[in-house]
Structures are given as C-alpha cells and as structure tokens.
C-alpha cells in the first residue's frame, strides 16, 4: 500500500493579473510506505508546492492527493491536525526557537497535541537519543553547531512517530560531511519503517545514495531512476 498518492495533480495560483501560472502540471506518482526517495528540480520546479500539498497547506486545483490511504480533497479542517501527526518536516533553516530550550522545541509537537508532561518527556529524550543529542535538552539552540541544530529540527520532526518524513533541503547550509550524517539519520528512520522524501539541489549527494529520483521540471514530474528502497514495514522503533 502506498504512503503518498498523486494522480493528475494540477495547482495553480493567480499570477496577480486576470491569468494563473501553473506550479504543478498533471503530476502522478506512488510513494510505498517505507520508501526513501529524493525530489530535485530546479529552482521554482514546484518542489515545495508539492510537499505543502502533501501537509495540506495548499490543496490541489485538480487531481487528488492520498496520504495513508486518506484522500485529502474531502478532508474537513478539523482532520488536518491529525493529519499533520502523522507527518514530521525538516526545514533547510531549522525554523527552532532561539528563546527556548532544546526539549521545549523538540516537545512542542507533543504540547500543541496535548501529551501529558511525563510521556512528553519521555518521547522528547528518546527523539533526541535517536539523533545522538540526548544530554542537549537544557541547552540553548544557539549555542549549537549548524549541523547540530539540524539535529535539533529532525529531532522535533520525529518526537510524533511521524509515518512520513518530509525535508526541504536539510543539507543546504552544511559541508558535505555534515550533510552524509544528517542523510545517514534519514536512512535510519527509513529503516524503521519510516516513508521518507528529501527535496534537494545536491545531485552529488543524490548520486551517491543511489536511491529513487523524482524530478520536477516546470511543474512536471518525471522518474529518473526506477530503484526503489526496499519497504521496512510499518513498524515504528523510533
């Protein structure tokens, strides 16, 4: 069963004047639950149309979007936070809070879903385990590495048990030894049994993982490799 499911995808937006310019055209494509695969393009491609409309932060002009086996066209405003729970995003700029801890911004999640205090901190210490920051939680994101605040932000996307990872250009601002371990920590979701999508411009560092490519040109979608990672089940160890 697939995680993500695109058929006909269509979304445009008004370009200010009496037209609409065409960010995605006709876009069809499977994600299976527990893939790893890459999305590249160039800049405007409509890379990050495609992940908002994954989140439901934009919905389609025509076609339909599933995520889980849920259609997302007759999804109601009141089933999107549950939706989101079900998805971790990393940002390319880390987006965390420079007033608060590093568990405040890894337990955010948890509060806006109302965990309890106890079990909130329990999920928050095993997501910082699990990206090897366990003994960060009192310190302040500022006084972080780079490639440790984007430790952070993974840290914060997977506290949930999301069943989809999403990132947006994780390894932007890193070297490339750097972007290897933060891309060796999604491999390692994916492991678990994590679906995991990764926008990205760095074609090196694609070639050399060696997995599926999705590539956007204009709006459009095409395959450029047809490797698929190998599902690991629904199972989430994280």
Known sequence: MSMVRFEGVTKRYSDGRSGSKEALSQVDFELAKGEFAFLTGHSGAGKSTLLKLMMQMERPSKGQVYVDGVSLN??????????????????????????????????????????????????????????????????????????????????????????????????GNLDPELSEEIMNLFLRFQQVGVTVLIATHDIALIERMGHRRLVLDHGRLYEHSTQHASSAGDDHGL
Request: charged share 20%.
């Open 74 to 171: 007759t999804m109601k405003a009141s089933q999107v936070p549950y939706l989101r729970r079900k998805i971790g995003v990393v940002f390319q700029n880390h987006q965390l809070l420079f007033d608060r801890t590093v568990f405040d911004n890894v337990a955010l999640p948890l509060l806006i879903a109302g965990y309890q205090p106890a079990e909130a901190a329990r999920r928050v210490r095993a997501a910082l385990d699990s990206v090897g920051l366990l003994g960060f939680e009192h310190r302040n994101p500022i006084e972080l590495s780079g490639g440790e605040q984007q430790r952070v932000g993974i840290a914060r996307a997977v506290v949930n048990k999301p069943k989809l990872l999403l990132a947006d250009e994780p390894t």
